[in-house]
């Protein structure tokens, strides 16, 4: 691969109106990022769950922060993995113009790497695949594709973003969003179908496959498939930094609120963090922790000290391997390759975050509503979608937005429609959906 055709600001379903010569303040990949921030995708991440319960009296993170640190951290890797590109490449003679863009799209992409996750974080997911292949759904095997019900079954909030970004839902633009090819390409951390998926993971759908193809051709993505086999490229090599970054946040940010919550003391936090330092610096950490007194300002301090060497050591993994990752033979994720002291302190991290949080009872308690929550409202919209005749499916079909085909000419086209409408629901939504379904609520008078 190479970074000439990388980076392209062609715009999907615009292709006709690309202008490579234009000229203006912004460029189309800060337009991307722009684009993405007055969106109600990304606003309707304010309201759908991360890791704990949406905030009470401690405001915890959920989807929309996450998207904005992810989205920090993430150009703030891209900038400096770009500037030691520039000059790599400027002292061998070649253009480096197209360097100074991989901030800005890594930056974008980090905004929309979450925009497919249904609400109830990971269990929604969960929820959503577990009613074809263990609930109702069962029934409909018979009436769909092979690749069909491996995309139900595997339901993948990745390869529900790219849809959420580039499909044209019933009265909106061709195109979707119409992001640039290079941004669209970033958030496909794994560039294959899910009859291919590893551990339930792809990156497009089935109605899909064709744009991502056309993506992936255009930016010169090496592709690992033959003619007729399932498709698979190698990744883009911006997703590498995608990924960091999310990894990142997630892993670090988790641990901060756990602190917040009391799950965790305070000790088991600052001792896992300072993990990630040589005895010299972590005595200097040690010692300005000392200048306050708050224990919440000890842990932030703390905190922005890992994410900046992690963006460092990431950063310096990427341009260390960078023939490696245009080749497309680059393994793992680049936080597997940075040098073993911070490997082992994130790996730390990780195992008390498995240990502690995600086993924690407000956490269980989250993912035990939202798989009951989820189920129910998979099973009364597919019943709808799926029997339009009967009384209650036409009352049900009434509350739809009109952007969802649930009269698609076919049964996957139906179901895509109710889980368009259900990944796009926040937490609140959903939860109120549910009750008024249940009878358990009804409209103000």
């Not at 529900?160 to 496909?188: K, P």
Request: charged share 25%.
């Amino acid at each position: 691969m190479t970074w000439e055709r990388l980076v392209n600001d062609k715009r999907f379903g615009l292709e006709d109106y690309h202008d490579p010569r234009k000229n203006g303040t912004r460029t189309d990949f800060r337009r991307d990022y722009d684009r993405l921030v007055f969106s109600s995708p990304f606003r309707r991440l304010q309201n759908k769950t991360q890791v704990f319960p949406l905030p009470g009296s401690i405001f915890v993170h959920n989807r929309l922060t996450h998207s904005l640190e992810v989205s920090c951290v993430g150009k703030s890797m891209a900038d400096s993995i770009a500037l030691a590109l520039k000059r790599r490449h400027g002292a061998a003679g070649t253009p480096v113009e197209h360097f100074d863009h991989l901030g800005d799209i890594v930056a974008a992409a980090c905004l929309a790497h979450d925009l497919g996750n249904p609400p109830f974080g990971h269990s929604g997911e969960k929820a959503i695949s577990t009613f074809f292949s263990e609930g109702a759904g069962r029934g409909l095997r018979a009436q769909l594709s092979d690749r069909e019900w491996s995309d139900l079954t595997r339901f993948e909030g990745n390869a529900n973003a790219f849809r959420v970004l580039t499909h044209q839902f019933e009265g909106r633009r061709r195109g979707g969003f119409a992001m640039t090819y290079s941004m669209l390409a970033s958030i496909v951390k794994y560039p294959y179908e899910s009859i291919l998926s590893e551990k339930g993971k792809f990156g497009f759908f089935t109605t899909e496959k064709a744009d991502f193809e056309r993506v992936a051709t255009e930016l010169g993505m090496l592709r690992l498939s033959a003619d007729g086999e399932p498709l698979r490229y190698a990744r883009h090599p911006l997703v590498y930094i995608v990924e960091a970054a999310d990894d990142i946040c997630y892993e670090v940010m988790d641990l901060e609120d756990a602190h917040k919550l009391r799950i965790l003391p305070l000790a088991s936090v600052v001792d896992v963090l300072l993990g990630f330092f040589d005895d010299e610096r972590r005595a200097h950490i040690e010692e300005s922790m000392k200048r306050v007194s708050d224990p919440n300002e000890q842990v932030a301090y703390l905190r922005s000290c890992v994410v900046g060497v992690l963006v460092d050591r990431c950063a310096e993994t990427f341009i260390a391997n960078e023939d490696a990752i245009l080749a497309g033979t680059f393994k793992g994720p680049l936080l597997q390759h940075i040098p073993e002291l911070e490997r082992k302190a994130f790996e730390r991290c990780s195992a008390l975050s498995w240990e502690k949080i995600y086993c924690a009872s407000e956490v269980v308690d989250v993912e035990l509503a939202g798989n009951r929550i989820i189920s129910f409202l998979m099973e009364r919209l597919v019943g709808a979608v799926v029997n339009p005749e009967l009384n209650y499916s036409r009352l049900l079909l009434a509350k739809f937005p009109e952007q969802y085909d649930v009269n698609a000419p076919t049964l996957f086209g139906k179901l895509q429609a109710v889980l368009d409408h259900i990944s796009a629901m926040t937490d609140v939504y959903a939860l109120d959906l549910y009750r008024k379904l249940n009878g358990m609520s009804l409209p103000a008078v």
